[in-house]
């Protein structure tokens, strides 16, 4: 059992910067993959990044590559989105999940967070 919670969101204008934490309560942390993903109004959750277990690798949405960065901190049980040169299109609802089998696909996750809202201002 993982419970998650997103922090980090807010109101940014265009080109600035956020960072999203999710802080995971279980025992499993450094086991599973975690993931980022987001859903904007109107639209279905899509991935956003992703990372393996020991940081080895990482996994992007071609539309966030160079812009944004996931990292996590096993010893914490957190795990990070850094979000720079924000764009109004990068406005949804960001959540982040958590399984063993995690990838870039959300039916792989069994664990997800709330939610933490990012709306970015032209």
């Known amino acids: 059992q993982e419970d998650l919670v997103e922090s980090g969101g807010g109101l940014v204008q265009a080109g600035g910067s956020l960072r999203l934490s999710c802080a995971a309560s279980?025992?499993?942390?450094?086991?599973?993959?975690m993931g980022w993903f987001r859903q904007a109004p109107g639209k279905e959750r899509e991935f956003v990044a992703a990372?393996?277990?020991?940081?080895?690798?990482?996994w992007y949405t071609d539309s966030v590559k160079g812009r944004f960065t996931i990292s996590r901190d096993n010893a914490k049980n957190t795990m990070y989105l850094q979000m720079n040169s924000l764009k109004p299109e990068d406005t949804a609802v960001y959540y982040c999940?958590?399984?063993?089998?995690?990838?870039?696909?959300?039916?792989?996750?069994?664990?997800w967070g709330q939610g933490t809202q990012v709306t970015v201002s032209s």
């Open positions: 990372i393996s277990r020991r940081l080895i690798m990482t």
């Open positions: 279980g025992r499993a942390f450094s086991r599973n993959v």
């Open positions: 999940a958590a399984d063993p089998d995690g990838s870039v696909d959300s039916n792989q996750y069994n664990y």
